[in-house]
């Protein structure tokens, strides 16, 4: 046999199994075209697999994880909002920022203004920054455009951005994030271009893999989320929601109801809506980038999530407004110390539960035909890449089976 990465003595928290991290010490894997072909104890190794593969690294007892899974970002947009971070700190709320004008609507200014190649150069330092913490794929929800030229040039970027690092990136069609302002009184005019233009069109151009919407008082409601979800399956395209962010609108239950693949934020999440999740498997995808950031006080329901069996991920939510995290493995402690998950949670938050809410299979677990996407970590021990505070931990990622230069 000639493999063409062989990753010895170290120690492999495959998520896998009923051990904890599925952990495997004095472990080896082998990549071969970009996925896992073996993986165990390093005195199961083949005879001669050192001498033959292709390239070769002893990790000295190294923690090895697959790649990490951003499964919820708005990491394309144009410009800031630092000065809402200041208008916040002095008093103003999340809602009446919004209602002047600021927030999602100022960002839509900023990203209208800007060509695909501004929008790219902004965006790219961005994402390399989550490819340095570990991430490997990443979703990016449109959002900011609310009008086709822009939408399209958003889901175009994303599409760079993957091509551009090598990483997988899932694109989301978030045309129901805020009313634009020229639609101001026209709702069911922009309900109309949202369902019979722009989701039919840039679906046709193969530039969305899923719909969101933003299911929210100052959003949109139930009902009209509920029509955007029925052209999306009219078009075969999975759905996802943001819901019960700052209030409950019952949008956990609609998603369900849809089979959607994630409900995310979740703080005012209903036991009904709850229960929905579960009988449909929809992955509860928790954001403590914004529950830090807004200074939210109510806690998602951590404990119900678990006693019901939902499959709890973990995204940073990467956006100009609420959000401006740019760590993956930084969520993951925010999830430890502000909602009460285990290391164990979080770590599978951010990669097996990560790939189930983008509807992924091929990765997030450390097994034979999985993609070998890999992060090889200055740590031992699973635990520390949600214990240290910050700083880099990243030894070395390898993208199917490749080497990725430092970004």
């Known amino acids: 046999m000639s493999w063409d990465l062989l990753l010895t003595n170290a120690s492999l928290a495959t998520f896998v199994g009923e051990a904890s991290h599925g952990l495997l010490t004095d472990a080896a894997i082998a990549c071969q075209d970009g996925h896992i072909v073996w993986l165990g104890a390093m005195h199961d190794l083949p005879p001669g697999a050192a001498a033959s593969a292709l390239e070769v690294h002893d990790l000295d007892g190294a923690l090895v994880t697959p790649g990490l899974i951003d499964c919820h970002t708005h990491l394309v947009f144009g410009g800031n909002r630092a000065q809402e971070f200041d208008l916040r700190l002095n008093g103003a709320s999340y809602e009446e920022i919004a209602r002047a004008g600021g927030g999602i609507v100022s960002t839509v200014r900023a990203t209208r203004a800007a060509s695909e190649d501004q929008l790219f150069e902004q965006s790219l330092p961005r994402a390399r920054a989550l490819l340095a913490d570990g991430v490997t794929t990443l979703e990016i929800k449109s959002g900011y455009g609310l009008e086709l030229d822009a939408e399209r040039r958003m889901l175009r970027v994303a599409r760079r951005l993957g091509a551009a690092l090598g990483m997988h990136v899932q694109t989301s069609f978030l045309g129901l994030h805020a ?31 899923a719909v969101d919407a933003f299911c929210e008082g100052i959003g949109f409601s139930r009902a009209e989320t509920q029509r955007v979800f029925e052209h999306a399956r009219l078009l075969g395209l999975p759905v996802k929601l943001h819901a019960e962010q700052l209030s409950d609108l019952d949008g956990a239950a609609l998603v369900a109801e849809f089979e959607g693949l994630s409900a995310d934020h979740l703080e005012y999440l209903s036991d009904s809506g709850l229960q929905a999740m579960a009988r449909a498997g929809t992955v509860a995808v928790l954001l403590p980038g914004a529950f830090y950031a807004l200074r939210e006080t109510k806690l998602p329901p951590v404990a119900a999530l678990r006693a019901h069996g939902v499959a709890m991920a973990i995204a940073t939510d990467c956006n100009p407004g609420t959000s401006p995290l740019l760590s993956l493995r930084l969520a993951a402690n925010m999830a430890c110390t502000l909602f009460r998950l285990t290391p164990e949670e979080a770590l599978r938050g951010i990669t097996v539960n990560a790939a189930r809410a983008l509807g992924l299979s091929d990765r997030g677990t450390l097994a034979v035909g999985k993609r070998a996407d890999l992060v090889a970590w200055h740590a031992r021990q699973p635990s ?24």
């Open 179 to 209: 009313l634009p302002p020229e639609y101001k009184d026209r709702r069911e005019d922009y309900l109309d271009l949202v369902c019979n233009e722009l989701l039919p069109v840039l679906a046709s151009e193969g530039l969305v893999d």
């Open 384 to 407: 520390e890449l949600c214990y240290w505070i910050g700083g880099s931990l990243v030894r070395q990622v390898w993208l199917g089976g490749v080497a990725v230069a430092a970004p």
